[in-house]
């Protein structure tokens, strides 16, 4: 299973289109700055499986929720944007969000920076759309692998 993941599109749509026709993923998971972008690429992709959060600067969005926990090939996730977990700040509060909602990987935005940090759970931040950054998710029976990607 192959999940692309974005964050901070901020209007950077066709960049996401060009990744998906690319990498052809079974998801996508859109972490916010701009997630009515999720919307955009759902009527491109209709097929496309697409989980989006709510970020910061999401107003046009109401009924997005703010954090989502999902499970893609028995691999529990944590999606945020990261405002709310302050990780501009620190990661310790994203950290002890995902352990409590007993996540292998929390994904999050907000920052802009590319950042991956291993362990249990692994701290994920793809980049930025805007800057031709995501990340690719890979689920084998059972087991991940987070590879950064740029575009």
């Known amino acids: 299973m192959k999940v692309l993941v974005f964050s901070d599109s901020h209007g950077y749509n066709m960049s996401m289109a060009y990744a998906i026709e690319r990498e052809k993923p079974d998801a996508v998971l859109h972490l916010g700055g701009h997630t009515d972008d999720a919307d955009d690429i759902r009527r491109a992709f209709p097929a496309l499986t697409i989980y989006h959060v709510r970020g910061n600067n999401d107003f046009c969005c109401p009924n997005a929720p703010y954090y989502?926990?999902?499970?893609?090939?028995?691999?529990?996730?944590?999606?945020?944007?990261?405002?709310?977990?302050?990780?501009?700040?620190?990661?310790?509060?994203?950290?002890?969000?995902?352990?409590?909602?007993?996540?292998?990987?929390?994904?999050?935005?907000?920052?802009?920076?590319?950042?991956?940090?291993?362990?249990?759970?692994?701290?994920?931040?793809?980049?930025?759309?805007?800057?031709?950054?995501?990340?690719?998710?890979?689920?084998?029976?059972?087991?991940?692998?987070?590879?950064?990607?740029?575009?």
Do not use: W
């Not at 007993?102 to 802009?112: L, Q, R, V």
């Open 68 to 151: 989502r926990v999902t499970d893609f090939g028995g691999v529990r996730l944590y999606l945020t944007h990261g405002h709310l977990e302050r990780v501009k700040l620190t990661r310790s509060f994203l950290y002890e969000r995902a352990r409590e909602e007993k996540c292998d990987i929390a994904f999050y935005g907000h920052t802009h920076e590319p950042d991956m940090v291993t362990g249990v759970p692994m701290l994920v931040n793809p980049g930025a759309v805007c800057r031709e950054q995501m990340a690719m998710l890979e689920v084998e029976d059972g087991r991940p692998r987070v590879k950064m990607l740029v575009f």
